[in-house]
T-cell receptor, first 112, second 115 residues
Framework: DAKTTQPTSMDCAEGRAANLPCNHS???????VYWYRQIHSQGPQYIIH???NNETNEMASLIITEDRKSSTLILPHATLRDTAVYYC?????????????FGKGTKLSVKP | DVKVTQSSRYLVKRTGEKVFLECVQD?????MFWYRQDPGLGLRLIYF???????EKGDIPEGYSVSREKKERFSLILESASTNQTSMYLC??????????????FGDGTRLSIL
C-alpha cells in the first residue's frame, strides 16, 4: 500500500475552513484515499474516502488532484470539537478487508 | 449510522487471567477487525474475520485468539494475559465491497491494563 505524508500539525481559527493536505505520490490505480480522525482516548472516526473524484459528505469534502498524487481534506467551518489528529490512508481493496495502518497524522488545533 | 459497540471502555485484569473483549456491530457487516493501539506504534492488526466462523491472522496474533459465532459479534480472547498486552484495543467493522471502497468503522475502544 502506498505511503502518505502529512504535516505534523496545523492550527485553524474557529469558524474558518480547515484544509489538511496529504501527499501520496506512489498511489496506484486501485487504491482509495481514506481520512479518519481520532480525538484523544476515543476510537478513530471515519470521515470520508474517494478514488479519483472529489467527494463531499456532511462532515467534510475531499479534493483529489487529477494525477491522484495528493489530496486535501476540507472541514468547511471548523469548530473546537474538530480538534483531533487526522490520518490520511491509502489502501487497496477499498479498505474493506485491508489492514489500516495509521501514520503519525496531522494534529489539528482549532482555536477560538 | 454505523454503531460498533465494545463491551467495556476500561478494564483491569491480572497477569495470567483469561480475558474476553467483546464487540458488536449493528450494520450487518461481513468484515470485523481487532486492532491494538500503542503510543509510537500506531494501529496494529491482531485478527480479522470476513464471515461467521472465519478468521485470519493479522500482524500480531501471538497471545490472542478470536471467536465469531454470529455475524454481529466478534470476540478477542487473551488466553493468559501478560503485562505487555496492556494497550488500547479497537474493534472495527466494514461491509464487503471491493468495488466501492467500504470504510472500516471503529468502536470507542477498550483500555486494558494488565497488572
Amino acid at each position: 500500500d502506498a505511503k502518505t505524508t502529512q504535516p505534523t500539525s496545523m492550527d485553524c481559527a474557529e469558524g474558518r475552513a480547515a484544509n489538511l493536505p496529504c501527499n501520496h505520490s506512489t498511489i496506484s490505480g486501485n487504491e482509495y484515499v481514506y481520512w479518519y480522525r481520532q480525538i484523544h482516548s476515543q476510537g478513530p472516526q471515519y470521515i470520508i474516502h474517494g478514488l479519483k473524484n472529489n467527494e463531499t459528505n456532511e462532515m467534510a469534502s475531499l479534493i483529489i488532484t487529477e494525477d491522484r498524487k495528493s489530496s486535501t481534506l476540507i472541514l468547511p467551518h471548523a469548530t473546537l470539537r474538530d480538534t483531533a489528529v487526522y490520518y490520511c490512508i491509502v489502501l487497496n481493496y477499498g479498505g474493506s478487508q485491508g489492514n489500516l495502518i495509521f501514520g503519525k497524522g496531522t494534529k489539528l488545533s482549532v482555536k477560538p | 449510522d454505523v454503531k460498533v459497540t465494545q463491551s467495556s471502555r476500561y478494564l483491569v485484569k491480572r497477569t495470567g487471567e483469561k480475558v474476553f473483549l467483546e464487540c458488536v456491530q449493528d450494520m450487518d457487516h461481513e468484515n470485523m477487525f481487532w486492532y491494538r493501539q500503542d503510543p509510537g506504534l500506531g494501529l496494529r492488526l491482531i485478527y480479522f474475520s470476513y464471515d461467521v466462523k472465519m478468521k485470519e491472522k493479522g500482524d500480531i496474533p501471538e497471545g490472542y485468539s478470536v471467536s465469531r459465532e454470529k455475524k454481529e459479534r466478534f470476540s478477542l480472547i487473551l488466553e493468559s494475559a501478560s503485562t505487555n498486552q496492556t494497550s488500547m484495543y479497537l474493534c472495527a467493522s466494514s461491509a464487503f465491497g471491493q468495488t466501492r471502497g467500504q470504510p472500516q468503522h471503529f468502536g470507542d475502544g477498550t483500555r486494558l491494563s494488565i497488572l
